[in-house]
């Protein structure tokens, strides 16, 4: 919800998990500069993760699997240095991964299971 982006510009945890949710995540998701923990895994998000995600730089957990996230994982994944999670599991993201995901490098649990990368 793009309200959330907006009004709780301190937001640090973030659990939407298994609500049903259809769209895509919108650029404004970069605002939340305090975010460290994001959930949306288990609805109905399609659409592509927006360059806007390298925009959250206390970001450790990101979990979107189960989905429906298409195109590819954006380059500015490398910006999320504290990374420790990710999680984008069964989805239809295409592509290989970047590159720069290895600047990530507190990364300690990583998958991509069940999508169309090569």
């Known amino acids: 919800p793009m309200e959330v982006y907006t009004s709780l510009p301190y937001l640090s945890y973030l659990d939407f998990s298994d ?8 650029p404004e998701i970069g605002r939340l500069v305090d975010l460290e923990h994001f959930n949306l895994t288990s609805n109905s998000i399609g659409g592509s993760l927006p360059p ?8 450790k957990v990101f979990h979107m699997s ?13 910006e999320l240095t504290k990374l420790r999670d990710l999680d984008l599991s069964v989805n239809m993201i295409k592509g290989t991964v970047p590159y720069e995901l290895g ?3 507190q990364l300690s649990s990583l998958r991509l299971g069940w999508n169309q990368l090569f």
């Open 19 to 26: 609500n049903g949710f259809a769209g895509t995540i919108a």
């Open 52 to 59: 806007d995600i390298g925009d959250m730089p206390k970001l």
């Open 66 to 78: 189960k989905n429906l996230l298409g195109e590819s994982i954006p380059k500015t994944i490398g």
């Open 103 to 105: 600047k990530c490098t």
